[in-house]
């Protein structure tokens, strides 16, 4: 059922894949051609070998789907009980969400991971579409906080304490 | 007897009381992250190897994984009855039947024999790999290049043509994997960056657990985010969980089919779930005495899949141990976790690290018989994790997705290759392409570059030094037989078929993809998950439908719906 919904428009975005994959092989084949086998030694099959196979293998892969497209073939969306396919991209979601991850790769090495982190999880839960304005920032500081304790003291593993320096 | 002797061995490794502990943390947390709708066990362990990295000893970090592993299948169940949420394809059969007993009123009933019929499968399959572990190692160890490079060219046939049903979506998403498998540094003698682009973090490769979290764990939620349901889907509630006498009657059977079913088809390197859950579906079916109760929330059709889900995922660790093959996601993530301490799943392991074999083993034991204790009164309180809000779930699965990829390299590059290879799940998922033959392809690739190039090396650059062994050449036979069988379908079995069952509606599809079947003539319309049409590769091959369409066994073929 899902499939019959989403029929319509969806056939010529797909030819998106095929430029995807073209690219892709391109770009393995443009690099594959400035290796070369060390100096000197002897190897029956070189560094290029397998990019050249890979990357041949994308441009060929990339035409048969544009002819499996062009006969009427399409990919199904992944469905599930949290999504909705009745309708397109939520655009404002996904950029949201986008704006969050990156404002944590952003901060975690200048403002550290509680700081960072809070950001993410509060950053998502607006995307998507939480608006509990106190509740939500707390839950996100205390995941944040609670994680960099759990790894710098229970495990031992480090995470930028940034800004928070000598509080934490 | 095969490795029973080594197996007591283990469970000195494992009964201590810290590894005890380990092996309860596991099984909780496995649990617990698995029954969040959305998250399947390998999403499960990505998600959670973090938290071994402060593990120092590997023993225990494993005995940890252990439980997680099996708490993350519980949960990916729990989930499936009574949400209808199939973390992962193999449970989505287990879904069918489960959630409509759950609707009946009998959710109590379908987590019990879930329970339960795991514990058995689990039991029986852990215990079938001790047996049979040693001896297959000893096998191993007497194969060459040539050989595991044909065992990992039929894992990549088999990931690609089995499982979806449009060869061309599956074989893309590969070569995507192998593609990022090809970054970094050559493992050959000439010691060149490839792909690398100047950039000095990507000379050692990107990190398997950064391309598994972001395929599964960013590519979903990004997935989700773009499309969430507005209302949250209906729960049904849950009483304590128990099973009647009768229930007990109609599972028993099917577990032990289920096992039995299962385990061969998890251990040869060509499997995953899929098949085999579905096989003991129509087999139960067939053999049941209530037939009529299937579509309506059938004990058979949750105690057989589910034993079979649980059996095949224990079968998956013989070749995951003797041959470092990963057959399925979770598998896939196992070894990226066996990596992470420096150790290579292969012939030499059970020599190598018995201490970790066994004591691996054992836990496996120690964590089902655990999870049976905890879960059958426990379900109730899994059961209200459901009802986390959806913002906060995805939310959370982000958070944790960072964390995880940062913590491996302590790197922000490590968290842009996040974000990109989220987006790259993303359209995957938004084009149909299946997800798992690109980790897959990640992992096994650049195994499979180092075999072949030794392979040829001995022979000096011969072709013939790919396939000189009387192994490989069995092994490509197979290949063969899976690359041209949709062609034999084509033009042999289905002109002979059609002429048996003129109504092209009345048959079971997924007979087409299993070579050596015999056709299931009179079974209804019933679909592989994840198929598609159209695909000129496998227009022959099963008719897709989406998951929820199995409901309306009676729709006639889409296909002839898709093409005017």
């Given at each position: 059922m899902i499939s019959r919904i989403t029929r319509q428009g969806q056939d010529r975005s797909e030819f998106l894949v095929v430029l995807f994959l073209l690219a892709l092989g391109v770009l393995v084949l443009v690099d594959a051609a400035r290796l070369h086998s060390g100096v000197g030694q002897r190897e029956p099959v070189g560094p290029q070998a397998v990019p050249f196979l890979v990357g041949g293998l994308l441009v060929v892969t990339a035409v048969l789907l544009a002819r499996d497209i062009l006969r009427g073939g399409h990919g199904e969306p992944e469905g599930g009980e949290d999504v909705d396919l009745s309708h397109g991209n939520d655009w404002q979601a996904l950029l949201l969400l986008s704006a969050a991850f990156l404002a944590n790769i952003a901060l975690i090495e200048r403002a550290g991971w509680p700081i960072s982190g809070a950001v993410l999880f509060f950053g998502c839960a607006y995307a998507l579409g939480s608006r509990h304005f106190v509740r939500d920032p707390i839950i996100a500081l205390v995941l944040s906080i609670g994680t960099w304790y759990l790894f710098v003291l229970g495990l031992g593993i480090g995470l930028p304490v940034g800004i928070l320096k000598g509080i934490l | 007897?095969?490795?029973?002797?080594?197996?007591?061995?283990?469970?000195?490794?494992?009964?201590?009381?810290?590894?005890?502990?380990?092996?309860?943390?596991?099984?909780?947390?496995?649990?617990?992250?698995?029954?969040?709708?959305?998250?399947?066990?390998?999403?499960?362990?990505?998600?959670l190897l973090p938290l071994t990295y402060g593990i120092d000893d590997p023993v225990s970090a494993f005995i940890m994984f252990a439980g997680i592993y099996y708490g993350g299948m519980y949960g990916g169940s729990t989930t499936s009855i009574l949400l209808n949420t199939p973390g992962e394809s193999a449970s989505i059969v287990t879904a069918i039947e489960g959630n409509k007993m759950a609707k009946r009123g009998r959710a109590a009933q379908a987590l019990a024999t879930a329970a339960i019929g795991s514990f058995i499968a689990g039991t029986i399959g852990t215990l079938l790999v001790a047996l049979l572990a040693p001896g297959i190692a000893r096998l191993a160890v007497q194969l060459g290049s040539p050989d595991y490079f044909a065992v990992m060219v039929l894992a990549f046939v088999a990931v690609t043509s089995i499982l979806g049903a449009s060869r061309v979506r599956g074989f893309a998403s590969l070569l995507i994997g192998l593609t990022i498998g090809l970054v970094g540094i050559d493992l050959g003698v000439s010691g060149q960056q490839r792909l690398t682009f100047g950039i000095p973090q990507l000379a050692d490769g990107i990190d398997v657990i950064v391309v598994a979290v972001g395929l599964f764990a960013v590519g979903e939620a990004l997935w989700v985010a773009a499309h969430l349901r507005r209302q949250t889907a209906s729960l049904i509630s849950t009483g304590r969980v128990r099973m009647e006498r009768a229930d007990w009657a109609r599972s028993w059977k099917p577990w032990l089919r289920g096992t039995a079913l299962g385990f061969p088809f998890g251990a040869v390197p060509a499997g995953g779930a899929e098949l085999p859950t579905f096989l003991s579906y129509v087999t139960e079916k067939k053999l049941s005495k209530h037939p009529e109760e299937f579509g309506h929330g059938a004990i058979e059709g949750v105690a057989g899949p589910e034993a079979t889900n649980n059996a095949s995922a224990a079968g998956g660790l013989v070749p995951l141990l003797t041959l470092g093959l990963p057959t399925t996601a979770t598998a896939a993530v196992l070894l990226a976790a066996f990596q992470q301490y420096g150790i290579q799943p292969g012939p030499r392991l059970l020599e190598n690290e018995p201490k970790l074999v066994w004591g691996l083993l054992a836990s496996l034991l120690i964590g089902n018989a655990i999870l049976l204790v905890l879960n059958l009164p426990l379900a109730p309180m899994w059961a209200k994790l459901l009802h986390i809000p959806r913002p906060y779930l995805y939310a959370g699965?982000?958070?944790?997705?960072?964390?995880g990829a940062y913590a491996v390299n302590a790197s922000t590059v490590d968290l842009i290759l996040l974000f990109l290879i989220g987006v790259v799940g993303f359209v995957m998922r938004r084009y149909g392409l299946p997800v798992v033959p690109a980790i897959i392809g990640v992992i096994l690739g650049p195994r499979a570059e180092v075999q072949m190039r030794r392979a040829l090396q001995i022979s000096d650059g011969d072709l013939s030094g790919l396939f000189n062994t009387t192994f490989s050449v069995t092994v490509y036979a197979v290949i063969a037989v899976l690359v041209l069988w949709p062609l034999v379908n084509r033009f042999v079995v289905r002109p002979r078929r059609q002429r048996r069952a003129p109504d092209g509606a009345e048959r079971w599809p997924a007979a087409d993809a299993l070579p050596g079947e015999p056709a299931q003539d009179g079974e209804r319309v019933w679909s592989v998950p994840e198929a598609r049409t159209g695909d000129d590769a496998t227009v022959d091959a099963p008719a897709a439908r989406p998951l929820d369409s199995a409901s309306l066994p009676d729709e006639p073929d889409p296909r002839q719906q898709e093409k005017p």
């Open positions: - | 007897m095969g490795g029973l002797s080594e197996l007591v061995g283990g469970f000195y490794t494992a009964v201590t009381p810290i590894n005890l502990l380990y092996a309860l943390i596991g099984v909780l947390l496995g649990t617990a992250i698995g029954v969040l709708p959305g998250i399947g066990p390998a999403m499960a362990i990505a998600l699965i982000l958070f944790f997705a960072c964390l």
